[in-house]
């Protein structure tokens, strides 16, 4: 069967690992790029086109991929006579792997049914790393025919391909997913704070706690920096975890829902904003903690 033809939009780390590994599969991509110019050339010298616009990204792809870092990003590249939706074929697919707002991801759906295309919502789990080997966590939510379509593409892209339902549903499990597994991360970082403040030796803390049920990966991760000092075991930005949070807490009032344990957490990366830390990594909010705990 011929592979359809692909158009990508936003080749930051994360979609520029996924682009590198389309192109080692075979799929001719149309590429458009936002900031780094390099991952632009290097998409281009292993054989990618590369568009001038989002319109024209769309007219020439059979499966349209953004892969943004907010919905604000994604509305921008969508809308507007150079955007997508403009220059969308009969019959393609739109797929949003960015955690965006399901309102957002809903409103953008209903544009793009009107077009005669489909559009999905496919946030992404794991490491730019697992994108170089098709080793993605994929949560993928649209209609089933459309899902059945890009199956294919998705399944060179990931590990386990989830297909939730109904559009949004990746996006909303994605915040939700997010909001708990920062919620964790903070709780241990003020953990090992608060064992400084008592006196108590970090490490120990950490066996006594890894030995039980809170024993988690994201645990460790926080460990790693906070007894080890590797930040890098997550690498994932305050500010992108700050984003997800308050993107959590405006879902849940689009759903007339009030999130109460969000509200800390909410408020520790937004302290942490403040104070110039949102290019460093989520598990040095132990520092965070340490400096503002007798505040």
């Given amino acids: 069967m011929t592979k359809p033809t692909i158009g990508f939009i936003g080749l930051g780390l994360m979609g520029a690992a996924m682009v590198g590994r389309l192109q080692s599969l075979g799929y001719s991509l149309t590429v458009m790029g936002n900031v780094s110019r390099p991952r632009i050339d290097a998409a281009v010298a292993a054989g990618a086109v590369e568009a001038k616009t989002a319109k024209a990204v769309a007219e020439a792809s059979d499966i349209v991929m953004l892969c943004m870092g907010t919905s604000a990003s994604v509305e921008e590249r969508m809308r507007g006579a150079d955007g997508v939706i403009s220059g969308?074929?009969?019959?393609?697919?739109?797929?949003?792997?960015?955690?965006?707002?399901?309102?957002?991801?809903?409103?953008?759906?209903?544009?793009?049914?009107?077009?005669?295309?489909?559009?999905?919502?496919?946030?992404?789990?794991?490491?730019?790393?697992?994108?170089?080997?098709?080793?993605?966590?994929?949560?993928?939510?649209?209609?089933?025919?459309?899902?059945?379509?890009?199956?294919?593409?998705?399944?060179?892209?990931?590990?386990?391909?989830?297909?939730?339902?109904?559009?949004?549903?990746?996006?909303?499990?994605?915040?939700?997913?997010?909001?708990?597994?920062?919620?964790?991360?903070?709780?241990?970082?003020?953990?090992?704070?608060?064992?400084?403040?008592?006196?108590?030796?970090?490490?120990?803390?950490?066996?006594?706690?890894?030995?039980?049920?809170?024993?988690?990966?994201?645990?460790?991760?926080?460990?790693?920096?906070?007894?080890?000092?590797?930040?890098?075991q997550l690498a994932f930005s305050i500010r992108n975890a700050s984003k997800d949070v308050g993107y959590y807490r405006q879902m849940a009032t689009d759903l007339g829902a009030n999130s109460i344990i969000s509200t800390g957490t909410n408020a520790a990366f937004s302290g942490a904003l403040k104070q110039d830390m949102g290019d460093k990594m989520v598990s040095e909010m132990v520092d965070f903690f340490a400096e503002n705990i007798n505040k």
């Fill in 88 to 232: 969308l074929k009969p019959g393609s697919i739109v797929i949003d792997f960015g955690t965006s707002l399901p309102a957002s991801t809903l409103a953008l759906g209903a544009e793009v049914a009107a077009a005669g295309a489909s559009y999905m919502d496919a946030p992404l789990g794991r490491t730019p790393a697992h994108a170089v080997d098709g080793l993605l966590n994929i949560m993928c939510a649209g209609e089933q025919a459309a899902f059945e379509k890009v199956r294919p593409v998705l399944e060179g892209l990931g590990e386990n391909v989830f297909h939730l339902g109904k559009l949004g549903s990746g996006h909303t499990i994605k915040l939700i997913n997010n909001f708990f597994g920062m919620t964790t991360a903070t709780a241990m970082a003020e953990a090992f704070a608060m064992a400084d403040q008592a006196g108590v030796d970090r490490q120990d803390l950490y066996q006594v706690m890894s030995a039980g049920p809170l024993h988690s990966g994201m645990m460790d991760f926080v460990k790693a920096y906070g007894v080890d000092g590797d930040p890098n």
